[in-house]
């Protein structure tokens, strides 16, 4: 009798979701952040035709050497890097990126880090993966924002995964000018020592933290993510993100 009640509260619950989701979708149709066409039950922020669409990197499938993976090589102890797709400004596929960041729309990261989790699980790619953290963002970004969008990407991931997450290990001090215009050398300059440990770090000897950010560029915020970390023995790094620019 009570397995029966339980069945039927399940029904009734699955059946009250998609009712309102159906209800919501005549009401305020929700749109494909990519295509702008509207998006069908079960869809979430870009629609399948999109999905197939978007440009993968497929770096999973060869994590230790591959050109993103490259750009950390003897700049941190790096042991696998991987985006999901290949980011090229005004594309369909940064409108992902743009919303993500500037439309306040955080739930596109935790279904995006979903999403990214999911098509690189059966590679093995979090295979002795200790811990997940996201790039943090400076106090006044985090003010104007509300949210860290690579938090958002982390806690996907997270879920998927089953791999523990903390937002709050590293600390970003500063921030002193948007990446996006600058070149490589003025990148690590402008990120240099900006993220310090909250602490002491003795928990961390020897674990294996994949660290994850939106964007890949030069790699340059990753490293001086990474470079907090310098005085922990063993400690070694994957990287994970969204999207990588392939200059």
Same mark, same amino acid.
């Given at each position: ?11 009734? /619950? ?18 494909? #952040? ?8 079960? +869809? ?62 955080? +739930? ?18 979090? +295979?002795?993966?200790? &811990?997940?953290?996201?790039?943090? &963002? ?22 998927? !995964? ?7 290990? #590293? ?5 002193? +000018? !948007? ?17 310090? &440990?909250? /602490? ?14 939106? #964007?890949?560029? /030069?790699?340059?915020? #990753? ?23 392939? !200059?």
């Amino acid at each position: 009798m009570r397995l029966e009640k339980e069945r039927a509260i399940n029904l009734f /619950t699955r059946l009250f979701i998609y009712s309102s989701t159906r209800l919501l979708d005549f009401v305020a149709p929700r749109m494909c #952040v990519m295509c702008g066409k509207r998006l069908s039950t079960g +869809e979430e922020y870009v629609c399948g035709v999109c999905q197939l669409h978007i440009p993968r990197t497929f770096f999973h499938l060869k994590p230790l050497d591959n050109i993103m993976a490259q750009m950390f090589w003897g700049q941190m102890p790096i042991e696998r890097a991987t985006a999901m797709f290949l980011y090229q400004p005004q594309s369909n596929t940064s409108k992902i990126v743009y919303n993500l960041k500037y439309s306040h729309k955080p +739930e596109i990261g935790i279904v995006m880090g979903r999403m990214m989790a999911n098509e690189v699980m059966a590679s093995g790619f979090f +295979e002795g993966i200790d &811990l997940i953290i996201p790039v943090p &963002l400076a106090p006044n970004r985090m003010k104007q924002r509300g949210y860290n969008q690579s938090a958002m990407l982390t806690q996907g991931i997270s879920e998927i !995964s089953g791999i523990e997450s903390n937002s709050h290990i #590293v600390i970003r001090k500063g921030f002193k +000018e !948007s990446q996006t215009r600058l070149s490589r050398h003025s990148r690590m300059e402008n990120v240099n020592e900006q993220f310090v &440990l909250a /602490t002491d770090g003795g928990s961390l000897t020897d674990k294996h933290i994949l660290i994850v950010d939106d #964007v890949a560029t /030069t790699g340059a915020t #990753v490293i001086a993510c990474a470079a907090a970390f310098k005085r922990i023995e063993g400690i070694r790094f994957s990287v994970m993100t969204l999207a990588f620019t392939h !200059s």
